[in-house]
């Protein structure tokens, strides 16, 4: 009913346009369009959208559980807690009942990619466990230590993602875990370690230098896709019927679509300039034991794949960190048909919350994030650089890279294929 007084109002307003140019009466469609105009704010005030915060409040959820502090133990003894490297098998079940007890951890924090990145890339894990004097476990902390000639030796929690950093009972847990990888940094000559925290973390004996330029881009998602297409206003409306305008499809699987996923998401990556992925990352995401929490959505114009993106769910949110689309689809909105697809999708499966990844505040990314009525969660990753010293920039922002990746966007992208993976691994 709305849309159509909206479309119904546009062509007044032109008629009245034409007719002033011709030098004709207007008076009537001067009264249809306040008759119009009544209407739609008569609608608006009867239904008018909610926000997605407002939305989640009305659920008794402000955010999702992943940016709030997770509960502590007051009672914790402090005194007797001991942090071990979780070396092997033996520590899966534990861990992984741990991290899924606690509602602010995140996928990444599951054993499994431990797994993934050794396999994937070769990388050393140095996943810290702390236990209690009884040999529970009180909190624990992944990370991934990473040494090349061309970008140095540092440790991540977690590379390759958004979400990281320790979870614990207690706060003298997660400083204890902190510390533990400090003295093994110290030990190695590790030249700076990065943990990638929802929440500011404890203090510690040793300053940690911090960045919050970052944000994780996330929206409520109302119960029905109906509602979801009020929220998002007309201009995002507009821009997803333009789109539907073309032939386009959208295509939801796993393995049988990784090779059309793989095709734009290279492509795109070469245009960008950014290193690619190696195809048997996402392979080995596929084809985990966490297969089930993972989809792949690749949209198709005239039988070819235009745009994809690599969706992930976990505790009642899906997120996207991964998509792309090819330059020469920008022309048909086509990466508005495959957002409004995705949240479609993530609205089927009961999701409360829709992450659309990380931004840097104010970026384009932020403003087409926002659009689709997503508010920002701050993002605390803290620094420990034996010594002092600058803050890393191992990203496609800092300058010095610059004319590399002027080089990158002219090779072929079978090229950058083959030479990509071996350079990503070590960008974090």
């Keep these: 009913m709305l849309d159509a007084l909206l479309d119904r109002k546009g062509v007044v307003s032109r008629q009245i346009g034409e007719a002033k140019r011709s030098g004709l009466a207007i008076d ?3 009264d249809d369009m306040k008759l119009i105009s009544a209407e739609i704010k008569r609608l608006r005030n009867d239904s008018k ?20 502090m997770g509960a502590v133990d007051s009672h914790i003894d402090h005194s007797h807690i001991s942090v071990t490297h979780a070396v092997d098998e033996s520590e899966r079940k534990g861990w992984d009942d741990y991290v899924r007890s606690k509602s602010n951890s995140s996928i990444y924090h599951l054993w499994t990619f ?25 909190g624990v902390l992944p990370a991934v230590e990473m040494k090349s000639r061309l970008f140095g030796h540092f440790i991540i929690s977690q590379p390759f993602f958004t979400y990281g950093a320790a979870l614990f009972d207690h706060e003298s847990v997660e400083k204890k875990l902190i510390e533990a990888l400090i003295d093994y940094a110290r030990s190695e000559n ?53 789109a539907q305008r073309y032939p386009l499809e959208m295509k939801f699987g796993q393995s049988e679509l990784l090779n059309d996923y793989y095709a ?5 990556m ?23 929490a993972f989809t792949i959505g690749v949209v198709y114009y005239d039988g070819k794949p235009v745009a994809c993106c690599f ?33 479609q999708n993530a609205i089927s499966q009961k999701q409360q919350f829709f992450d659309f990844g990380r931004s840097s505040k104010g970026a384009g990314t932020y403003r087409f994030k926002k659009q689709w009525g997503a508010l920002p969660q701050q993002l605390y990753w803290n620094y420990w650089l ?16 610059k004319l590399l990746i002027g080089v990158w966007q002219k090779m072929p992208v079978w090229l950058t294929q083959i030479v990509g993976p071996l350079v990503v691994k070590y960008l974090p």
């Design 264 to 268: 734009v998401f290279s492509e795109n």
């Design 386 to 401: 034996p010594g002092g010293g600058e803050l890393p920039e191992l990203n496609p922002n800092n300058p010095k890279y």
């Design 311 to 343: 969706l992930l769910s976990y505790q009642k949110m899906m997120e996207i960190p991964w998509a792309s689309t090819l330059k020469s689809a920008n022309h048909m909105n086509v990466n508005m048909f495959m957002y409004w697809a995705v949240l």
């Design 270 to 292: 070469r245009d960008l300039g950014t290193p690619v992925y190696a195809k048997r990352f996402f392979s080995e995401i596929l084809n985990s034991d966490l297969s089930d």
């Design 28 to 30: 009537g469609l001067l």
């Design 190 to 242: 590790v030249e700076h370690i990065e943990l990638r925290s929802t929440s500011p973390l404890a203090a510690l004996d040793e300053k940690l230098l911090s960045k919050e330029n970052k944000v994780s881009m996330v929206r409520s998602l109302p119960e029905s896709s109906e509602t979801l297409w009020t929220e998002i206003g007309s201009k995002v409306r507009a821009q997803v019927k333009k």
């Design 114 to 138: 431990k797994k993934i990145i050794e396999s994937a890339f070769g990388h050393d894990p140095h996943y810290l466990l702390a236990k209690n004097q009884s040999g529970s476990i009180v």
């Design 49 to 68: 959208p909610k926000s997605p915060s407002k939305l989640a409040e009305d659920v008794g959820i402000s955010k999702p559980p992943l940016f709030e």
